[in-house]
C-alpha cells in the first residue's frame, strides 16, 4: 500500500510542489511609455508593431477613428472615408519631403543677391586647381586648401569693418551646395570661365588661380576677374593679376600665398569703394592700408598702383595720376592697362584746357598715342575683346578732342579726317556696349558733337547736301544719346542724366533742330 501523505507533512507538501500543475495566473501588463502626441509617429509605432506580431491593434490617433493594424490588416478611418494606411503614412512622408525642397529652394539661393536700388557687392572664391596640358584647371589638395584660406581670409576681413555693410552688404562664397547657397562654385581655368561664374551667380568679383603643370612643385597665379557694375561697364572690367606668379613651393609657396591673401582682402575693399563710386575712400584704402603698404616692390605692384591711379583720375587730380601710371609701368612695361591709363592722365589735363589752347600742348598727342599702342596690341591680351573695347573708345574720344581743336583754329581739312576717324572709332563701339547706358550716352554724345563740326565743315566748302546728311546725323546720335537717360533712369545713374544728357547732348540736339529748320 502506498504510503499516505497528509497535507500538513513536508512530505505532502513537497509532493503537491512537484506533481500539481501551476496556477493559472494572468501575465503583467508591462509598462508602457506614454503614447507619442506626434500622429505621425503614433502611427509609425502602430506600423511597427503590426509588423512584429499579433492580429489586431486599434488605438485613437488624433483627428482619426477605428484605426486598426494587424499582422495583414492596416486601414485608417477618418470621417466617413477608409483608407489603407501604408500608402496615407507614404503620401504624408512624400508632401513632408517635397515641402522641405520646395522650402530650400525658396529660401537658399542659388544666385548672390543684386539689385538695382540697394548696395551690393558680391565676391565668389573658386576652388584653386592645377593646369593640366590642355590648359583645365583639376583638382588639387593644395589648391583647395589655399583657396579655402583666401576665402576665410576675405570673410574675416568683411567682418571687422562695420561701415561695410551699410554701405555695400559684402557676401563672398566659396565651396559647394549647403545651407547658405545652392550653388557649387567649382574651379575656373580661364577669363571665360571667370566671366561665365559671375554672370551665373551675379558676383562682383570672381577670385581664382591655378598651379601650373608641376602642381604645388611650380608656379601659381592668383588672379581675378571684375564684372560689370550695375550694367554699366567700366574701364578695369576683365581679368587682372594679383602680383607675378609664385615660383615656391612648399612652406614658401604657402607663406607667400597668406601675404598674397592679406593683399587680395585688402586690394578688395579699394575696389569695393572704386566700383561704387568713392574714390577719395578707395584712394585712402589702397595708400594708407598697412598691409598694402608691405605690397613688394617688384612688378606685382603695378596692379595697385594702376587702382592708385585711377582713383586720382577720379578726383581730377592727373599729375598724381600719371605718377601712379608711369611707376606701374616700371615695374611691368607691357602692362597694357597702365598703358591705358597714363594715356587718361594727359587726356585729362589737355581737357581742362580752354579749346583753342589744346593743340599747343604735346600731351594731346601722346594721350592718342598711349591708345593707339593699346588699340594695336590688344588683340593679345588676355580679354582681349574687354581691353579693345576699351582702347577703341579712348583712341575714338582722343581724335575727338584733337578734331575740335583742330576745328577751333580753322584747321578744316585735318580737323575733319580726325573727325570722320573719331566716328568710325565710336561708332564701331557701339553693338559691344549695348545695355551700358552711361558708356553708350558718352559715345553718341561724342559722335553727335563730333557730326555737329562735320556739318558746317561740309557747309564751309559749299557742300549743303553733305551738311544736311552729318546734321541729320547728329540728331540721331544726340537723341539716341538723350534716349541713353531715359532707359538709364532705373539706375538712378545721376551722372548720365545730368553731366551727359541734360548738360551736353540736349543743349546740342537744340542747336542740330535750328540749324536743320533754317535750310
Excluded at 336 to 342: D, K, M, V
Amino acid at each position: 500500500m502506498p504510503p499516505c501523505y497528509g497535507p500538513g507533512s513536508a512530505s505532502g507538501h513537497e509532493w503537491l510542489t512537484n506533481h500539481l500543475p501551476p496556477l493559472h495566473r494572468p501575465p503583467s501588463a508591462p509598462t508602457s511609455p506614454p503614447p507619442d502626441k506626434n500622429p505621425l509617429k503614433r502611427l509609425a509605432h502602430l506600423m511597427r508593431d503590426a509588423r512584429s506580431g499579433g492580429d489586431v491593434i486599434a488605438a485613437n490617433v488624433e483627428n482619426s477613428q477605428d484605426v486598426i493594424v494587424g499582422k495583414n490588416i492596416l486601414k485608417i478611418r477618418i470621417g466617413t472615408l477608409v483608407a489603407p494606411a501604408t500608402p496615407v503614412l507614404i503620401g504624408v512622408l512624400v508632401f513632408i519631403a517635397l515641402a522641405a525642397v520646395a522650402s530650400y529652394i525658396a529660401f537658399v539661393p542659388a544666385r548672390m543677391p543684386t539689385s538695382d536700388f540697394s548696395p551690393y557687392f558680391n565676391v565668389v572664391v573658386a576652388e584653386f586647381g592645377q593646369l593640366d596640358a590642355q590648359g583645365r584647371a583639376q583638382p588639387s589638395p593644395a589648391g583647395q586648401d589655399l583657396s579655402d584660406s583666401v576665402y576665410r581670409a576675405l570673410r574675416d576681413e568683411f567682418s571687422t569693418y562695420s561701415e561695410l555693410k551699410d554701405l555695400f552688404n559684402p557676401l563672398v562664397w566659396h565651396g559647394g551646395p549647403g545651407l547658405d547657397k545652392r550653388a557649387s562654385i567649382g574651379r575656373v581655368s580661364n577669363i571665360t570661365e571667370a566671366r561665365a561664374l559671375a554672370e551665373s551667380l551675379g558676383a562682383n568679383v570672381v577670385v581664382f588661380g591655378n598651379f601650373g603643370a608641376q602642381g604645388s612643385a611650380g608656379s601659381f597665379t592668383p588672379e581675378f576677374y571684375i564684372a560689370p557694375i550695375r550694367n554699366v561697364a567700366d574701364d578695369l572690367v576683365g581679368a587682372h593679376r594679383l602680383g607675378a606668379p609664385i615660383q615656391r613651393a612648399g612652406l614658401g609657396l604657402k607663406a607667400e600665398l597668406i601675404d598674397r591673401q592679406k593683399l587680395m582682402a585688402k586690394f578688395t575693399l579699394g575696389l569695393m569703394y572704386d566700383l561704387s563710386g568713392l574714390p577719395d575712400r578707395a584712394l585712402n584704402m589702397l595708400t594708407s592700408d598697412a598691409d598694402l603698404a608691405r605690397w613688394p616692390d617688384d612688378p606685382s605692384k603695378a596692379v595697385l598702383l594702376l587702382f592708385i591711379g585711377r582713383q586720382h583720375l577720379y578726383l581730377r587730380q592727373p599729375d598724381d595720376a600719371q605718377r601712379a601710371f608711369e611707376e606701374a609701368l616700371r615695374r611691368d612695361p607691357a602692362y597694357l592697362r597702365a598703358h591705358l591709363g597714363l594715356g587718361d592722365a594727359h587726356y585729362q589735363r589737355v581737357a581742362m584746357l580752354p579749346a583753342d589752347q589744346r593743340l599747343d600742348s604735346p600731351e594731346l598727342d601722346q594721350a592718342i598715342g598711349e591708345y593707339q599702342f593699346v588699340f594695336e596690341r590688344a588683340a593679345q591680351a588676355v580679354d582681349a575683346p574687354l581691353l579693345a573695347l576699351s582702347a577703341r573708345l579712348s583712341l575714338g574720344y582722343g581724335r575727338a578732342l584733337k578734331g575740335g581743336a583742330l576745328y577751333q583754329r580753322d584747321h578744316l581739312e585735318p580737323a575733319e579726317t580726325e573727325l570722320l576717324a573719331a566716328v568710325d572709332l565710336l561708332s564701331g563701339a557701339l553693338d559691344a556696349l549695348a545695355g551700358q547706358y552711361r558708356r553708350l550716352g558718352q559715345a553718341y554724345e561724342a559722335i553727335g558733337r563730333s557730326y555737329i563740326q562735320l556739318a558746317d565743315i561740309a557747309d564751309a566748302r559749299g557742300d549743303t547736301a553733305e551738311g544736311k546728311r552729318r546734321y541729320d546725323a547728329a540728331r540721331s546720335a544726340l537723341q539716341s544719346c538723350q534716349a541713353q537717360g531715359e532707359q538709364g533712369r532705373g539706375l538712378t545713374d545721376e551722372f548720365l542724366v545730368n553731366n551727359i544728357v541734360l548738360a551736353v547732348c540736349v543743349p546740342n540736339l537744340d542747336t542740330v533742330n535750328q540749324a536743320l529748320s533754317s535750310r
